[in-house]
């Protein structure tokens, strides 16, 4: 070989290794996710793997409602979606930012167990890490970004533009920007709209539920698209080590927290490959080295749902307490014969569809899911009916039934064709008078969506329980029902 020959060869393989090396460290090197000191910031910021393959770029996340106001619901950024921020802290709850070759945004459990509160109009929103994220709009999200990425406007000089103002990018990372994660984010995000458009056809979810498992079978489960709903209003997840035994979620699919965590975390867009690396460190005990989903795991098992935030007359919860030992208590009394177990739906009579979603198929399916990694599922199943769920902070799990159909405790005790038809979900302001949040009014249909009770998976029906009891006995069992 000649040394020119040789000169141009190593010439050649410095700009391979190079062009390799610069593509690791731009598109794929992973740096460490923050660290959160306590479980809470941990579970409310922290990173569950999502943004990997599910992330967006950090600065085009940043800038979007900037640059599309006209696609939010109102002013206001990702808040006007009902994703609360918490002071000192960056993101969003419920969002987490994590390097992988360039920032990224995924979500977290937080998106969908955090809820918000306010006693008065005019009060700053109490956070409620754990609690169901009522007010938060998942759909929207999806359809804002859905809209982004469909719009004209989408493209590197605007993005980049309004990047400009926030950050100076380096010379070569605005190349990147501009001729590769600009397109390739639109291009993913359009793909995702296109994955994701069986959602069209059928009931909106609207504030504080989504469709939580048919994403899973159409997109990991690889099951065919059918026609089931699956809406389901959003749950809250404290207090669970007293729920050991329970079966969880409301079909009880399964019993094994683990594999509710674990499943979850892939539900949202974690991938195996982080699942299999955080599942290694299970079993460590120091938070910083400590496995994610362990730490949240631990944090769900032990937080406790907030009190009720107004007066209880204790006189009458007393006599209402009576009312619910003999009415109530054994499905949803702590340690009662059915408590936490499916209960069939012939005999709880409420919406079917979300329990049709879930199919023999879709249990096996997941089962065999994981086949050959060590935390391989085994524990999935269908229920036939819906779990008699605790009502450990039953106050803040309105709207209440598993598809969020009934507004108060006050419509709940109503026979089910007095319950309201249509209202509004997501305002965050609440209504001690009928013990729920407010669903109606100017305010409440500024802030949320409508609910119409005659869409498909939307009944209030079912669950009379109570319903023909006096009127005293009712004021009485609601106000031993905020003492949960
Ligand atoms: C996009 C929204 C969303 C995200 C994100 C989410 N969940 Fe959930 N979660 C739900 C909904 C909705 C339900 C009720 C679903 C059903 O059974 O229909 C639920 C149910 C649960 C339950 C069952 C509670 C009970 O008492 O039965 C647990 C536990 C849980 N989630 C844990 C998690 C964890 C841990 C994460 C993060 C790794 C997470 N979830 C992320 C929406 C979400
Ligand atoms: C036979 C068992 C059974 C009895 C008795 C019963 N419930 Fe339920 N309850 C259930 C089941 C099952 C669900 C979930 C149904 C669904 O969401 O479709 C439920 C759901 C609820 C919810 C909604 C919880 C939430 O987070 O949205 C409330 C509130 C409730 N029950 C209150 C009561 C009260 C009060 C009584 C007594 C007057 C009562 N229940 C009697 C089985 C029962």
């Not at 460190?281 to 400590?290: C, F, G, L, V």
């Not at 499916?342 to 086949?371: F, K, Q």
């Not at 064709?417 to 009928?434: E, I, K, M, N, T």
């Amino acid at each position: 070989m000649t040394t020119r020959r040789l000169v141009l060869l190593i010439a050649l393989i410095v700009v391979i290794a190079g062009g390799a090396w610069f593509t690791y460290v731009e598109f794929f090197r992973e740096a460490p996710a923050p660290y959160f000191a306590s479980d809470e910031d941990h579970f409310l910021f922290g990173s569950i793997g999502t943004e990997a393959e599910q992330g967006v770029p950090y600065w085009i996340w940043l800038v979007l409602p900037r640059v599309f106001p006209d696609h939010l619901p109102r002013p206001g950024g990702y808040a006007a979606l009902g994703m609360p921020g918490k002071d000192g802290q960056e993101m969003p709850v419920g969002f987490s930012k994590v390097t992988v070759g360039f920032p990224r945004v995924g979500i977290n459990c937080a998106m969908c167990h955090t809820a918000t509160f306010r006693t008065r109009p005019d009060a700053v929103p109490t956070i409620v890490p754990a609690g169901p994220s009522h007010q938060t709009g998942e759909q929207e999200y999806l359809r804002f970004l859905f809209a982004c990425a469909s719009d004209p406007r989408f493209t590197a000089d605007t993005i980049l533009g309004e990047i400009a103002k926030n950050t100076r990018l380096s010379l070569v990372d605005r190349l990147v920007y501009r001729f590769v994660i600009v397109p390739q984010t639109r291009r993913a995000i359009l793909q995702l709209r296109d994955r994701d458009a069986w959602m069209d056809a059928r009931t909106d979810w609207g504030r504080g539920r989504i469709d939580p498992f048919n994403p899973v079978k159409f997109s990991i489960l690889k099951q065919p698209v059918d026609q089931t709903i699956g809406n389901s209003d959003m749950e809250p997840v404290w207090n669970l080590a007293r729920h050991t035994g329970y079966a969880f979620h409301w079909d009880g699919l399964n019993d094994t927290l683990q594999e509710v965590v674990l499943s979850s975390a892939l539900g949202d867009g974690a991938t195996m490959k982080w699942v299999d690396r955080d599942f290694a460190k299970w079993n460590a005990t120091d938070p910083r080295s400590m496995s994610s989903l362990r730490r949240i795991q631990n944090f769900i098992s032990q937080v406790q749902p907030p009190a009720y935030p107004f007066p209880i007359d204790q006189t009458l919860a007393a006599q209402g307490a009576a009312v619910f030992q003999s009415e109530c208590a054994p499905c949803h009394g702590p340690g009662g014969a059915r408590t936490g177990k499916v209960i069939p739906l012939a005999e709880i009579g409420t919406d079917r569809h979300r329990l049709d979603m879930w199919t023999p198929a879709s249990a096996a399916a997941y089962n065999a899911y994981g086949a050959g990694h060590a935390w391989q599922f085994s524990h999935f199943r269908t229920g036939g009916g819906y779990v008699a769920v605790p009502l450990d902070g039953l106050w803040l799990r309105a709207p209440y039934l598993h598809n969020g159909s009934v507004p108060t405790l006050t419509d709940l005790l109503e026979a089910s064709s007095a319950r309201p038809r249509s209202f509004w979900r997501g305002y965050d302001v609440y209504d001690p008078s009928r013990v729920g949040f407010i669903t109606t009014g100017p305010d409440a249909e500024r802030e949320g969506t409508a609910y119409d009770t005659t869409q498909p998976g939307n009944s209030p029906q079912g669950h009379e329980y109570g319903t023909t009891l006096s009127s005293d006995a009712k004021r009485a069992l609601i106000e031993y029902l905020k003492t949960l």
